[in-house]
Nanobody, 120 residues
């Protein structure tokens, strides 16, 4: 079955770094765009970063540009989110998402999330 398993979250001080990983299985990874979303307490889930099937195509939310980077390895079925210069407002549960739209049908898979807490 489809699985997206996030890891790498934790407690970090402001200005610190974390690297989130998402290990995928159960689907053809290199045919899916991969994204990281986050949801802070009391807020809606928001898109943080996306990387297309072609690894050169990435997109980052304005709030994380210059601090975060998304990457993937299609041989390892893994996507990463490198987070630098972390701020308290980056505190959230971070979710991995796999998406493919073909013939008008959207295939959408989600992980269970990993908690990132930025606090001194």
């Amino acid at each position: 079955q489809v699985q997206l398993v996030e890891s790498g979250g934790g407690l970090v001080q402001p200005g610190g770094s974390l690297r989130l990983s998402c290990a995928a299985s159960g689907f053809t990874f290199n045919r899916y765009a991969m994204s990281w979303y986050r949801q802070a307490p009391g807020k809606e889930r928001e898109l943080v970063a996306t990387i297309g099937e072609v690894v050169s195509i990435t997109n980052l939310a304005d709030s994380v540009k210059g601090r975060f980077a998304i990457s993937r390895d299609n041989n390892k079925n893994t996507v990463w989110l490198q987070m630098n210069s972390l701020k308290p407002e980056d505190t959230a549960v971070y979710y991995c998402n796999a998406r493919r739209i073909t013939a008008g049908i959207k295939m959408d898979y989600w992980g269970n999330g990993t908690l990132v807490t930025v606090s001194s």
